[in-house]
């Protein structure tokens, strides 16, 4: 070869090196490993050398990266930076891990863009929220991870969750995620359903969510239902605590459905046994029982002697003595003793007696006392709530006149 061929030929080498620019991707060859801490490679197209420090290559933490990567092994790179100078160019800083991390972040802001979601294990529990590994760092803001206050984060860690993307910044390695946008959105669908599905007159079974001075929250899968506190139990409920507790599981009747404003009325005591069909198992004509005082008016004293079950102590039936108001005797939410009158369970009526438990007085007294009675009170109280007809009591009242002639 002439002296001018070879000068031709140095001259064409020369102008196809390619320049070598921070930031670009190049292919490295691998031709040595220095000090088992960086790997020395060739950049095609340069003619110059470059070195991969082993935390930039993507090998996994604690493997071996000698085992994994062999001389000869050709890879994409992307430049860092420029190390040193020479003649031949200088060595370059180069990094395979991040040109993988650059592939991430651009797959992820396509993502972004789209409104897609992405799954991504929670690494670590810091400060202030999750840590997840989405092929780059990210991170879920604790406000972030539920649709409520959670008190310990460590639950989630090693979880994969699904998130949503709400802050990207790949310059500043930034990348913020909710998981509790995905947590409503399923709420929203699963509400949704479950709303269509229910109809007024269905038994279905929920979890008590929350309790209220007035009522009870009962979740149904994503929609919660109100069991008004009258709707609990047959007997009197005060509060709704007293009965029922956060978590319990319940069977519930549903009264209404409204899915527009997304209301749901529910009643617990309407699944259970009607008082009543067992008035007749338990309670007999002729037997004492004890009962607690429940309401007074002026014709006589509610008394519930079965959880939901009460009878009527008629004004005449408290005392042998005159009285003027129940009031006078009785207060409301005391315990007394009660003799059955009459059962009439089909009627949800129950007659019941005080002063049929107590020593009739001389019979001159007696006389007296009936003498001295009026009969307006008898007269204004209504049939159906005394357990005893109006003639019952006129014809009592009659006897008392005859006796007395």
């Known amino acids: ?11 064409e080498a020369l102008n196809s090196v390619s320049e070598v620019k921070i930031g670009n991707v190049v292919k490295g060859e691998v031709l040595a490993f220095d000090d088992d801490k960086q790997a020395i490679v060739g950049i095609e197209g340069t ?30 790179l992307v430049v860092i930076s420029k190390i040193g100078s020479d003649k031949e160019g200088g060595s370059y800083l180069l990094s395979q891990r991040r040109l993988e991390a650059r592939k991430v972040w651009d797959e992820i802001e396509k993502k972004y863009e789209a409104g897609e979601t992405i799954s991504a294990p929670v ?24 649709d409520h206050y959670v008190e310990d984060l460590n639950q989630f860690k ?58 009870a929250f009962v979740d149904l899968g994503g929609v919660d239902g109100l069991v008004h506190v009258s709707e609990i139990a047959f007997e009197r409920v005060d509060k ?5 507790k956060v978590g319990q599981e319940v069977k519930v009747k549903v009264l209404s459905v409204d899915p527009d404003k997304e209301r749901v009325s529910l009643s ?51 005392s042998h003595k005159h009285i003027a108001t129940p009031n006078e005797v009785l207060t409301s939410g005391e315990k007394i003793k009660v003799k059955v009158l009459s059962v009439h369970p089909e009627q949800h009526r129950l007659g019941l007696s ?13 006389k007296k006392l009936a003498a001295k009675k009026t009969d307006s009170s008898v007269a204004n109280a ?22 007395q002639e």
């Open 47 to 76: 003619g110059v050398e470059g070195v991969v420090p082993f935390k930039e290559l993507s090998v996994k933490p604690g493997e071996d990266v000698t085992k994994q990567i062999k001389v000869g092994d050709v890879f994409d």
């Open 354 to 366: 005080i002063k049929a438990l107590e020593e009739k007085p001389v019979a001159g007294e007696t």
């Open 382 to 403: 209504p049939e159906e709530s005394t357990g005893f007809t109006l003639g019952d009591l006129v014809g009592n009242e009659l006897k008392n006149k005859d006796d």
């Open 268 to 318: 617990i005591k309407q699944t259970l046994p009607q008082p009543w069909d067992q008035v007749s198992e338990k309670i007999a004509e002729g037997d004492v029982i004890e009962g607690t005082v429940k309401r007074l008016t002026s014709f006589g004293a509610f008394v519930e002697v079965l959880p939901g079950v009460e009878g009527l102590v008629h004004i005449s039936q408290i």
């Open 158 to 215: 090693g979880q994969t969750l699904e998130l949503k993307i709400i802050e990207i910044e790949p310059s500043e390695n930034r990348l913020i995620l909710s998981h509790k946008e995905i947590v409503k959105a399923e709420r929203e669908a699963k509400k949704a359903e479950t709303l269509a599905k229910l109809a007024a007159g269905d038994v279905v079974e929920g979890k008590v969510a929350r309790l209220t001075n007035f009522g």
């Open 1 to 11: 070869m002439s002296e001018a061929d070879s000068k031709k030929d140095l001259l």
């Open 240 to 244: 709704p605590s007293d009965v029922l």
């Open 123 to 146: 690494t670590q529990v810091v400060k202030g929220g999750l840590v997840v590994d989405a092929g780059v760092r990210g991170f879920i803001p604790a406000s972030m991870i539920e």
